[in-house]
């Protein structure tokens, strides 16, 4: 141990070089990065074609398949116009927050709570059903917190999709669970403080921003910190600092 | 023995940019998988992390193709997405910091070399993620501290300081007296 370790003291170059060295990589780890990397997303495609968004002057209403209704007001076509576009870069990976406005007024408060409760889970991030129903201060209404969310009438956005059985498994979705699936799957995928090289400030993505940055400019980070650490400052408009 | 022209990197990544060509896509995986995997395993501590960063980021290179630009060297743009996707689990697990640390290194070396190998992977950990980024990406691929710069979006002279600062990290935590085996977080 001590002449290994004299060994490294005195050569940490030699030792970096050495013992960071790759290693052979086994046949199957390739086949199955293969497949990941063309494995589709259908269901986001599908999300997409299928559903809209409806809005009142307050907020986002519904996002719900169908036909898409007239909004009543300039202020309601605004939301649900925003709702739309916002779902849509969701779904392309280029958003990791929403921030339209949600309109949950017409609920029930105790399905208003537990949405609520779902729209506190981080992106990229799940919870169970329990651990939620404890949030909202209902322990062991594990079973009701499930109903209500199986009636969000907000998909997407309000995420009842981060929201598992306290065993991992998927539980349900509305929509059916390879939606589930995807969904978390492109949220793992999307990383959520993104900075751009050359105005080097730092956002949340899916920011106006740095949406404006060219996409080859976006660099990710771990925290505020570390994007500091390297001449990168927080943004004034998305404010990752305050999220 | 030189690729043909339509084999090079960047003809695969143009037909993979132009018409989704899936087969343009696995030829990269088979080319570079094997590389970028040592550098997301050495950056997050576990194979079956590293496996799961690196297919996420042939996934991104898929989906997100059209924003490439042929004046990126297809390693580089490869490395950007790569660290992209490696930060941002580091990222997600500083959320949850019930998570274990990065896990043991694989079975099967000689004794001493383990030894030292753990004592290097533990002390990666202590060092910041930019700069454990940067050592990672310089001594397990050998980029130049240009590619470096291109790679996390930094001047040349902060990847200096900043590995300067990384070296003097490990440094200080290897020659550190093992006084116990656990008190690990001083």
């Known amino acids: 141990m001590t002449s290994t370790m004299q060994g490294t003291l005195f050569d940490l170059e030699g030792a970096l070089r050495d013992r ?114 404890t949030r909202i201060g209902c322990a062991g209404a594990a079973r009701a917190v499930g109903t209500a969310l199986g009636h969000n009438p907000v998909p997407f956005i309000v995420p009842c999709h981060r929201v598992l059985r306290g065993d991992r498994t998927l539980g349900g979705y509305a929509f059916g669970l390879p939606m589930k699936t995807d969904l978390l799957a492109l949220e793992r995928s999307t990383p959520v403080l993104e900075g751009c090289t050359s105005t080097k400030i730092l956002c949340r993505v899916g920011c106006s921003a740095l949406a404006r940055a060219r996409p080859d400019r976006h660099v990710a980070f771990a925290s505020i910190e570390d994007a500091r650490s390297v001449g990168y400052r927080p943004c004034r408009v998305c404010r990752p600092d305050a999220a | 023995m030189v690729p043909r022209d339509e084999d090079t990197d960047r003809a695969l990544m143009l037909r993979l940019q132009r018409s989704g060509d899936e087969r343009a896509l696995t030829r990269l995986v088979l080319r570079h998988s094997g590389r970028m995997l040592a550098v997301a395993a050495r950056l997050l501590g576990s194979r079956a992390d ?103 979006g930094i001047s040349v002279n902060t990847v200096k300081s900043q590995l300067a600062r990384g070296k003097e990290i490990l440094k200080a935590v290897l020659t550190e007296r093992p006084r116990t085996m656990k008190g690990e977080r001083g």
């Open chain 1, 20 to 133: 960071l060295r790759p290693e052979p990589v086994e046949a199957g780890a390739v086949r199955r990065i293969a497949q990941g990397a063309l494995r589709r997303l259908e269901q986001l495609e599908r999300i997409r074609d299928e559903f809209v968004v409806d809005a009142s002057a307050r907020g986002v209403v519904a996002v719900r398949r169908g036909r898409r209704a007239e909004a009543a007001g300039a202020a309601a076509r605004r939301n649900a116009e925003r709702g739309r576009e916002e779902l849509h870069e969701y779904l392309d990976g280029r958003r990791a927050f929403f921030e339209v406005p949600i309109d949950l007024t017409r609920l029930a408060p105790f399905q208003r709570r537990v949405l609520e409760g779902a729209m506190q889970v981080p992106f990229g991030e799940t919870t169970s059903y329990s651990v939620l129903a």
């Open chain 2, 50 to 152: 590293a496996e799961d960063a690196v297919q996420r980021t042939f996934f991104r290179l898929h989906t997100h193709a059209r924003d490439y630009r042929p004046e990126w060297m297809v390693t580089t743009w490869l490395y950007r997405i790569l660290t992209n996707a490696c930060i941002d689990e580091l990222r997600r697990r500083r959320a949850r910091p019930e998570e274990p640390l990065p896990a043991a290194a694989p079975a099967g070396r000689a004794a001493a070399g383990l030894e030292v190998r753990l004592d290097l992977e533990r002390a990666l950990a202590k060092v910041p993620t930019e700069a454990r980024a940067l050592l990672v990406l310089r001594y397990v691929e050998g980029l130049s501290y240009g590619e470096l710069a291109r790679v996390r």
